[in-house]
């Protein structure tokens, strides 16, 4: 079955052209021009990935998004001007997957998509494990659930597959382009903080479940979630 993309961007011009390219590599596209329609039509209509503009008329792009991490968790890849790295930043610290930069390739576009689609059904691991832990944090692949200490974590799709690339790796530093390249499915770009905001998340969430200091920073090398034996101390 195909995937369903959804794209929302008032630009109808750009979305019928990007609908007809991703068609054409065969995934589903529907388009909405007005935030508060794609809000209430996203309550009754599920898909597998969407497509945001950060600048629309009426309720903006970030709006948007923040309405439907309320009811719903599929990803958010988020269209940005260039340059505008608070809204980039923002965006992915209210539960967006990745960003591309307007005017975008559709060529690109479908190649992040396509990272995204991938990784929501599974993380390019090395190993076909269904679970994994480390101390009291548990992930389950099949159900794409993960837990700490019994208490539910509430992951994005990016989110839970950064901390899966972490935890097959815990005790030992993984470099931010192998965590870019594992979990979200592209190397790192020069000047690109999607790693570090997810992990912040990522951080807090366990924080929130008791599990404090568990991913360490460390300075000019990646992260590592450490083991119990490990010194919290070395957290930056």
């Not at 974590?153 to 935890?167: D, G, I, K, R, Y």
């Not at 594992?182 to 992990?199: C, I, K, N, T």
């Amino acid at each position: 079955m195909q995937e369903q993309v959804l794209i929302i961007d008032d630009d109808r011009e750009l979305c019928a052209l990007l609908q007809e390219y991703l068609l054409s590599q065969g995934l589903a596209c529907n388009a909405i021009h007005d935030g508060a329609e794609a809000v209430r039509h996203l309550r009754n209509q599920h898909y597998d990935v969407l497509v945001l503009d950060i600048m629309l008329p009426g309720m903006q792009g970030l709006d948007v998004l923040r309405k439907l991490r309320e009811f719903d968790n599929t990803p958010v890849l988020m269209l940005t001007a260039r340059g505008e790295d608070t809204d980039r930043i923002v965006g992915l610290e209210m539960g967006a997957d990745d960003y591309l930069p307007k005017p975008c390739n559709p060529r690109e576009l479908a190649a992040r998509l396509r990272a995204i689609l991938r990784r929501a059904g599974s993380p390019q691991a090395a190993d076909s494990a269904d679970d994994i832990e480390a101390g009291e944090t548990h992930l389950h692949l099949p159900s794409r659930t993960a837990h700490h200490a019994g208490q539910a974590l509430p992951l994005t799709s990016a989110e839970f597959n950064l901390l899966w690339v972490l935890l097959r790796h815990a005790g030992q530093v993984v470099d931010k382009d192998t965590l870019s390249r594992e979990g979200l499915g592209r190397p790192l770009a020069a000047f690109d903080r999607s790693v570090d905001v997810h992990v912040s998340k990522i951080r807090r969430k366990l924080a929130d479940a008791g599990g404090d200091n568990l991913i360490l920073s460390v300075r000019g090398a990646g992260y590592q979630f450490a083991l119990e034996n490990e010194d919290p101390r070395h957290a930056h």
